[in-house]
């Protein structure tokens, strides 16, 4: 799905809309100008903190320092010699996979896109930082759509809609609270996980 979103895969058929626009219509550095990814692995380019959060210069030093305030990363950034250019290694292997995830939610509150797709975004970071960068989602995005791919249910419980697939197929759509109630797949993933 997510794929087909930032058209890296075509649509063989079938249409995705966003705001009333066939993403198929319009150009795709348009498209992906507008959304945001934070994947699960990911990997940052060789060169400064600084250029792997702004590489087109287009953030003041202090929307960047904000930035890395709320997405956890204010005091690692700080304790570092260098700041802001602290030099990544290539693919940033000099960083946790955590660290590399929170540099791309830092990205991600510069950029301030409409649509905000969280792959497993969290699946690196211990509970208590996965907390503090949902806290910081809910608030800093509320006005967007975030579409989460989450196996941690407890990051999506307060979300609008859950959408569970089954083998490929949609099995289940509705809020989390209705899902619950009506018992099926979704209602045991939560009861695994003592959520429900």
Same mark, same amino acid.
């Given at each position: 799905?997510?794929?087909?979103?930032?058209?890296?895969?075509?649509?063989?058929?079938?249409?995705?809309?966003?705001?009333?626009?066939?993403?198929?219509?319009?150009?795709?550095?348009?498209?992906?100008?507008?959304?945001?990814?934070?994947?699960?692995?990911?990997?940052?380019?060789?060169?400064?903190?600084?250029?792997?959060?702004?590489?087109?210069?287009?953030?003041?030093?202090?929307?960047?320092?904000?930035?890395?305030?709320?997405?956890?990363?204010?005091?690692?950034?700080?304790?570092?010699?260098?700041?802001?250019?602290?030099?990544?290694?290539?693919?940033?292997?000099?960083?946790?996979?955590?660290?590399?995830?929170?540099?791309?939610? %830092?990205?991600?509150?510069?950029?301030?896109?409409?649509?905000?797709?969280?792959?497993?975004?969290?699946? %690196?970071?211990?509970?208590?930082?996965?907390?503090?960068?949902?806290?910081?989602?809910?608030?800093?995005?509320? %006005?967007?759509?975030?579409?989460?791919?989450?196996?941690?249910?407890?990051?999506?419980?307060?979300?609008?809609?859950?959408?569970?697939?089954?083998?490929?197929?949609?099995?289940?759509?509705?809020?989390?609270?209705?899902?619950?109630?009506?018992?099926?797949?979704?209602?045991?993933?939560?009861?695994?996980?003592?959520? %429900?």
């Amino acid at each position: 799905m997510t794929l087909c979103l930032f058209r890296i895969l075509e649509a063989a058929k079938g249409e995705i809309h966003i705001d009333g626009v066939n993403i198929a219509t319009i150009g795709l550095h348009d498209l992906r100008s507008k959304l945001t990814i934070i994947p699960q692995d990911p990997v940052l380019f060789s060169g400064t903190l600084r250029m792997n959060l702004d590489p087109f210069g287009n953030y003041s030093e202090e929307e960047m320092w904000q930035a890395l305030e709320l997405s956890n990363l204010h005091k690692f950034v700080s304790s570092q010699p260098e700041g802001l250019n602290f030099e990544c290694s290539e693919g940033g292997e000099n960083l946790s996979v955590g660290q590399r995830q929170l540099v791309c939610l %830092a990205r991600a509150l510069l950029r301030k896109s409409q649509i905000l797709v969280l792959d497993e975004a969290t699946a %690196a970071i211990d509970l208590e930082t996965d907390d503090l960068i949902q806290t910081t989602i809910r608030t800093q995005f509320e %006005a967007c759509t975030v579409l989460t791919i989450a196996h941690r249910l407890n990051t999506i419980m307060d979300y609008t809609r859950v959408l569970v697939l089954d083998k490929g197929m949609i099995a289940e759509f509705d809020s989390p609270a209705n899902l619950i109630a009506a018992r099926g797949i979704f209602y045991g993933m939560a009861k695994d996980a003592g959520l %429900a």
